[in-house]
């Protein structure tokens, strides 16, 4: 179901645009508010498709309620045209846009300026939501060929690899010369390597564990990996998360934490890592926290606008509806990342 949600003090605005809703969005269900805190309460338990939005109201005025509305998990990404008699003010206009509006518009409106804009919002939103889905499914297909070639890797190379070994190893080598022994031997011992190097491209590639187990397993066996392999401490703390998240968002946040624990091994001279997952007030928390250098300001910056890593993430995270963020800390850096169940 569609909705559109409008805020205003003024009754008389809202039958107005109420009446604009019925007339040119019949599919459309309309929702209103008089105040900037029940505005912010519908909006968070409806998800409206778009928010009409005026400034001048008492208690929280429309600056203010679209800045808590653009910071909510749950809220940020519905569009939002703020209409107001300030709206020909340029200054005012910067400030709504700074606040978090998607746009502007005057009052007294005309009725078509207002519909074409509301069209705009809409269709900007639906390109959106392609995007999204887009993405979603690049990464499933992604991530189904990589589960294809690491079951060839273990169907197909692995058994080959044991069956030579396994042949090898009963070669009878009594009456063999030492030279011949030592290169038998020597053998066998490059196939066991080249076994287990094949088993570890497998998981890394696909973990069965991860779709056999779920999320807080896979991870745990994700850490467990990379303290053996680095030496850096590793703790899974996990609370209240037995409502499960899509299959789509288990591959995301799976691939997200090994790139966060390799950042972490590359940057931060850390000696302890501690991976949290848990869900709260109907939001699906996993925070990436350790004890190194920490990062600065600029670093984020940097890498937000010209690298790959943490604005791939922001990318992937804001695709599926959530929110990432990272900073420093006392000591050490906390990567936290929210996905709203709603969703998940």
């Not at 080959?160 to 011992?189: D, Q, R, W």
């Not at 590639?205 to 397993?217: K, V």
Request: proline fraction near 3%; aromatic fraction near 8%; charged fraction near 30%.
């Amino acid at each position: 179901m569609k909705k559109i949600l409008a805020v205003d003090d003024n009754t008389i605005n809202l039958e107005l645009l109420a009446q604009i809703v019925r007339m040119y969005y019949p599919d459309f269900t309309f929702f209103s508010a008089e105040t900037g805190e029940d505005g912010i309460i519908i909006a968070t338990k409806e998800n409206p498709d778009l928010i009409l939005l005026d400034i001048m109201m008492p208690g929280l005025d429309g600056y203010e309620t679209c800045k808590v509305l653009k910071e909510n998990i749950k809220t940020k990404h519905i569009p939002i045209i703020m209409v107001s008699a300030l709206g020909r003010d340029s200054v005012e206009r910067t400030k709504g846009l700074n606040a978090g509006a998607d746009s502007f518009i005057s009052k007294p409106f005309d009725q078509i300026e207002l519909k074409a804009q509301i069209n705009v919002a809409l269709r900007i939103k639906g390109y959106q939501e392609q995007l999204k889905k887009l993405y979603s499914d690049i990464t499933l297909v992604e991530e189904r060929e990589r589960r294809r070639i690491a079951e060839n890797l273990h169907d197909s190379l692995g058994q080959t690899l044991s069956l030579a070994y396994m042949n090898l190893s009963s070669i009878e080598t009594e009456g063999c010369n030492a030279a011949v022994k030592s290169k038998l031997n020597f053998t066998s011992k490059l196939l066991n390597k080249a076994i287990e190097e094949s088993r570890s491209l497998t998981y890394d590639l696909s973990p069965p564990i991860l779709y056999e187990l779920g999320l807080a397993p896979a991870i745990k066996w994700k850490l467990e990996r990379f303290e053996k392999e680095f030496g850096i401490k590793t703790q899974l703390r996990t609370n209240n998360i037995d409502k499960p998240l899509k299959k789509q968002y288990n591959i995301f946040l799976y691939r997200i934490v090994g790139e966060l624990l390799t950042n972490i091994n590359k940057h931060a001279n850390a000696s302890e890592v501690l991976v949290e997952l848990y869900t709260k007030n109907e939001t699906y928390y996993l925070t990436v926290e350790d004890n190194g250098d920490g990062i600065t300001k600029k670093k984020i910056e940097t890498n937000s606008k010209g690298g790959f890593g943490l604005l791939s993430i922001t990318e992937r995270i804001e695709s599926i509806r959530g929110s990432f963020t990272i900073e420093s800390i006392d000591k050490g850096t906390i990567a936290r990342i929210e996905i709203p169940l709603a969703d998940g």
